[in-house]
């Protein structure tokens, strides 16, 4: 699986956006970029998975540059309860998770 | 809607004793992933299975042995418990067919050797 570089940690206000990078510059053709959140020992939540164009559900948004290199994760309305370790994942198959990004929301 | 279901929750063993977990996935999903997560650390894959064949494998050891039965539940055996193996197991669970294969996972149960 292709290796993923995020930020350590970032803050957000409540009720801003919040916009998590990750570099994934090795990805390969059939590789998919997947996002999913652990909050505090929980077990880790998917939230959103693209291969080449943007995609948004009820959660969240996905944008993945043309070259496929990086892509940002934007939640649009941060609440508190979105303060969590925030995972993007390239893979086909298993998921191996890297460091992660800590996000922690703030009134 | 229907989780992935995981037990125990909570299980305290000595070293050298053996443990099973058990993983129950959502109806209709037929490929369980395992993955254990040490404090303070992310999660790392074990094993994986699908239609009750393993499909892949990660840094599980030796000691550790697992299976998916005909109903699709999968056990993670593990044996001569060490320490080091006092971690949150996670298991999760995707439905069949092509990628992409979204996992969903269960609360995990949380195993502490002492």
């Known amino acids: 699986d292709a290796k993923t570089t995020q930020p350590t940690s970032m803050d957000c206000a409540e009720g801003r956006a919040a916009n998590l990078p990750c570099n994934h510059s090795t990805i390969s053709g059939n590789e998919y970029v997947y996002w999913y959140r652990q909050i505090h020992s929980q077990g880790p939540q998917y939230i959103i998975h693209?291969?080449?164009n943007n995609e948004t559900n009820e959660m969240a948004s996905l944008i993945i540059t043309e070259d496929r290199k990086s892509s940002t994760l934007i939640l649009p309305h941060a609440t508190l309860r979105d303060t969590a370790v925030y995972y993007c994942?390239?893979?086909?198959?298993?998921?191996?998770f890297g460091q992660g990004t800590i996000l922690t929301v703030h009134p | 809607a229907a989780g992935v279901i995981q037990s125990p929750r909570h299980l305290i063993k000595e070293k050298r004793e053996t443990a099973t977990l058990k993983c129950y996935p959502i109806p209709r999903h037929d490929t369980v992933y395992w993955y254990q997560q040490g404090p303070g650390q992310d999660p790392q894959f074990l094993i994986s299975?699908?239609?009750?064949?393993?499909?892949d494998k990660g840094s599980i050891p030796d000691r550790f042995s697992a299976q998916q039965f005909s109903d699709y539940h999968s056990e993670l055996n593990m044996s001569s418990l060490e320490l080091g193996d006092s971690a949150l197991y996670f298991c999760a669970s995707s439905l069949p067919g092509q990628a992409p294969y979204e996992q969903y996972f269960g609360p995990g149960t949380r195993l502490t050797v002492t």
């Open positions: 299975f699908y239609e009750k064949m393993q499909s």
């Open positions: 693209g291969l080449k």
């Open positions: 994942i390239v893979s086909y198959g298993k998921l191996t």
